[in-house]
């Protein structure tokens, strides 16, 4: 079975600086995708990135952008320019690219919680 | 679309009393998930269901919980009874087509007491 590791439960940030939010997942498969999900205090889910395990590409969202890893199995999540409206929980997904029973399913971190501080 | 729709956002029951949560997919998405978040857990993965089918209950607790899709635009997550532990917020989300993400619904927030 997939795991995703967040290790930062929590952490801060100046705002207009840049932070970057670790995550970890362990997979036999060769092609998946990864996610960063945004959950702010009104408690929606906001997908903000995607990755798709067989582009080499780095994914970019504006502000947003990861640093994919395959073969360390990493998918780190950079904010550049913080915004007091980034301050949310952020959380790391998987999900298989093969569409068998059972692959079709998020499996999601723990979550980082991210303040900004003005 | 107006996205996934969930409801009551807030419930709050005394034990013992049946919950049900309620969800509207978006319409051609054919992929339903339920999730439960808490502090201590975080996102779990009760239920989902291809095509009004369940394909994975594995993440269902304990047989108090039930979750049905009787057609392509509803489905419900039911408790009973309802126990002080199952108090979380419950997400539907839903997924299909070409998309490879899923999209939530705000969720309903329940309190058992």
Known sequence: AQTVTQSQPEMSVQEAETVTLSCTYDTSESDYYLFWYKQPPSRQMILVIRQEAYKQQNATENRFSVNFQKAAKSFSLKISDSQLGDAAMYFCAYRSAWANFGNEKLTFGTGTRLTIIP | ?113
């Open chain 2, 1 to 113: 679309d107006a996205g996934v729709i969930q409801s009551p956002r807030h419930e709050v029951t005394e034990m013992g009393q049946e919950v049900t949560l309620r969800c509207k997919p978006i319409s051609g998405h054919d992929y339903l998930f339920w999730y439960r978040q808490t502090m201590m857990r975080g996102l779990e993965l009760l239920i989902y269901f291809n095509n009004n089918v369940p394909i994975d209950d594995s993440g269902m607790p304990e047989d108090r919980f039930s979750a049905k899709m009787p057609n392509a635009s509803f489905s419900t997550l039911k408790i009973q009874p309802s126990e002080p532990r199952d108090s979380a917020v419950y997400f539907c989300a839903t997924t299909g087509g070409d998309n490879t993400e899923a999209f939530f619904g705000q969720g309903t927030r329940l309190t058992v007491v």
